[in-house]
């Protein structure tokens, strides 16, 4: 089994920036895919960014292209999601997922088999 740790998130202004992390544990040692989801209260979940095991292949949401940075330390099995230029509209729980490397399924829609507990963001104006 592998758990999945969120930590990061917090309360900040329109416009600021905060980097939340993830720290995977157990059963790591194949390695694992990486991404980033969030959800609105009441909406859908929604992707926002995934990274792959092995190689340099990063994917982003629409609506974060440009604005958020994710990035991982294989080492530490810890992947970031650095979010700057930060909107209300990013105000979510924000969820980490992970799951075994699947070079041929696409980040943004494959299953994710790991998620974390979500850590809250919100963005005041």
């Known amino acids: 089994q592998v758990q999945l740790v969120e930590s990061g998130g917090g309360l900040v202004q329109a416009g600021d920036s905060l980097r939340v992390s993830c720290a995977a544990s157990?059963?790591?040692?194949?390695?694992?895919?990486m991404g980033w989801f969030r959800q609105a209260a009441g909406k859908e979940r929604e992707f926002v960014a995934a990274?792959?095991?092995?190689?340099?292949?990063?994917v982003y949401g629409d609506s974060v292209k440009g604005r958020f940075a994710i990035s991982r330390d294989n080492a530490k099995n810890t992947v970031y999601l650095q979010m700057n230029s930060l909107k209300p509209e990013d105000t979510a729980v924000y969820y980490c997922?992970?799951?075994?490397?699947?070079?041929?399924?696409?980040?943004?829609?494959?299953?994710?088999?790991?998620w974390g507990q979500g850590t809250q963001v919100t963005v005041s104006s």
């Open positions: 157990g059963r790591t040692s194949s390695g694992l895919d």
């Open positions: 990274i792959r095991w092995r190689s340099s292949t990063i």
């Open positions: 997922a992970a799951g075994p490397p699947k070079l041929y399924d696409s980040l943004r829609t494959r299953t994710y088999e790991h």
